[in-house]
């Protein structure tokens, strides 16, 4: 188990002032209910997009949109290949596909082979987003059962994106977290009721 410190209250306020254009988020396993808890309190006036990876089986229909749908002021949707990422909005990716995000910030779907054990890969995600967006992007890693993320927000990191880690003693599943605290320090270690708080401040005007 990682012994990383939660991050102070000095950290969140100079990360929570820096200019962020959007939200990428990966989680696996207990990610419904981790997802859920850092963006239920978002506004539908939410300056910027969130795009979230939740490993799921892929050979049924995902019902993410949906069950997120009833629950949130955002708006919620499956992400469609070369859609342009609009504020205000969570999108999935949806289940058998890897998700990219393109320099002109549009969605990319494929079917290449799995990265991590997964499709759709946070990795991939991760990756991609942090070309697109450099510094004003922010990654959020989560609960999970394996590793995947933990290359995509180091290299978030080398691109200056904001990184922040789920406290792996908060999470349903430490294995994901515990993988990223091993391989980088990301500029936030936080439980979910702090990364929401996080995510509300980043979206107010400074």
């Known amino acids: 188990m990682s012994t990383a410190p939660v991050s102070s ?4 306020a100079a990360a929570a002032s820096r200019p962020i254009q959007a939200v990428a988020i990966g989680a696996s396993a207990g990610g419904f209910e981790a997802i859920l808890a850092v963006v239920k309190d978002l506004p539908a006036s939410y ?12 050979n ?52 290449e082979d799995r990265v991590s054990f997964a ?17 004003s992007l922010a990654g959020v890693l989560l609960t999970g059962a394996n590793h995947d ?19 792996p003693a908060t999470a349903e599943v430490a294995t994901m977290p515990e993988g990223a605290l091993r391989r980088m320090t990301p500029d936030l270690i936080l439980p979910l009721a702090e990364i929401s708080a996080l995510l509300r401040r980043l979206g107010q005007p400074q």
């Open 9 to 12: 209250a000095e950290a969140v």
């Open 47 to 58: 300056p910027m997009p969130l795009v979230a990876v939740l490993h799921l089986p892929d």
């Open 60 to 111: 049924h229909e995902s019902r993410l949109a949906e069950l997120f749908g009833y629950r949130l002021a955002l708006r919620v949707r499956e992400a469609r290949d070369k859609e342009s990422l609009a504020p205000g909005t969570l999108y999935f990716a949806p289940p058998g596909y890897h998700l990219s995000i393109e320099a002109d910030f549009s969605f990319s779907l494929s079917c």
């Open 119 to 135: 499709r759709p890969s946070i990795d991939v995600l991760f990756g991609s987003a942090a070309d697109a967006y450099g510094k």
């Open 149 to 167: 993320g933990a290359a995509g927000l180091a290299g978030m990191q080398v691109a200056g994106a904001l990184t922040v880690v789920q406290d």
